[in-house]
């Protein structure tokens, strides 16, 4: 069973920084792209970064660029969202999920980790 | 960047009824390769969201017929028949073809009516 378990959330000041996990179990995840994918409170989905299955290819988004940095170890199946200068608006659940590279979907999603930046 | 606009906002249904939800893109999906990157997720109360439709017409594994996609080019539906009460929550289109970013619809909601 493919199962993706976020970790490292909480809450924290403006201005401070903080590192989201997700642990991947159940697929061989050096094969997979990943993806962090957020959600505000009441609102909709937000594409936040991508990462291909070597780290050779890495995206994000307009909001967060600069500031937060995807990564991955693929020995200990495990994704990483490295978030510094944090904002208010970072205020969010943050999704891991996998990317079926055939039909460019993501196809699994982990529970998410709450990030609440607040003083 | 592509812009998802999804349509209503809210839908409500009778339980075994028929409803659809459009999503329009501001620029055509499909991609040089031929292939259309728009999918579909419902995301239950308090759950993280899973995939129903990918590439605009495919059900994903162990998503019921009730559940089909059509649709091309910059206009697509997601329709849901026979309307069970799992079936409730937010509906959201997604595009891949012009990646990055992967863009989102705003949302569905269904609900009883």
């Known amino acids: 069973e493919v199962q993706l378990v976020e970790s490292g959330g909480g809450l924290v000041q403006p201005g401070r920084s903080l590192k989201l996990s997700c642990l991947a179990s159940?697929?061989?995840?050096?094969?997979?792209?990943m993806n962090w994918i957020r959600q505000a409170p009441g609102k909709g989905l937000e594409w936040v970064a991508s990462i291909s299955s070597s780290s050779s290819y890495i995206y994000y988004a307009d909001t967060v660029k600069g500031r937060f940095t995807i990564s991955r170890d693929n020995a200990k199946n495990t994704l990483y969202l490295q978030m510094t200068s944090l904002r208010s608006e970072d205020t969010a659940l943050y999704y891991c999920a996998r990317h079926d590279r055939y039909n460019w979907v993501m196809d699994a999603w982990g529970q998410g980790a709450s990030v609440t930046v607040s003083s | 960047d592509v812009l998802m606009t999804q349509t209503p906002v809210s839908l409500p249904v009778s339980l075994g009824g028929q409803v659809s939800i459009s999503c329009r893109s501001s620029?055509?999906?499909?991609?040089?390769?031929?292939?259309?990157?728009l999918h579909w997720y419902l995301q239950k109360p308090g759950q993280s969201p899973q995939l129903l439709i990918y590439r605009v017409s495919n059900r994903f594994s162990g998503v019921p017929d009730r559940f089909s996609g059509s649709g091309s080019g910059t206009d697509f539906t997601l329709k849901i028949s026979r309307v069970e009460p799992e079936d409730l929550g937010v509906y959201y289109c997604?595009?891949?073809?012009?990646?990055?970013?992967?863009?989102f619809g705003s949302g569905t909601k269904l609900e009883i009516k």
């Open positions: 159940g697929f061989t995840f050096s094969n997979y792209g």
């Open positions: 997604l595009q891949s073809t012009h990646f990055p970013p992967l863009t």
């Open positions: 620029q055509s999906l499909v991609h040089s390769d031929g292939n259309t990157y």
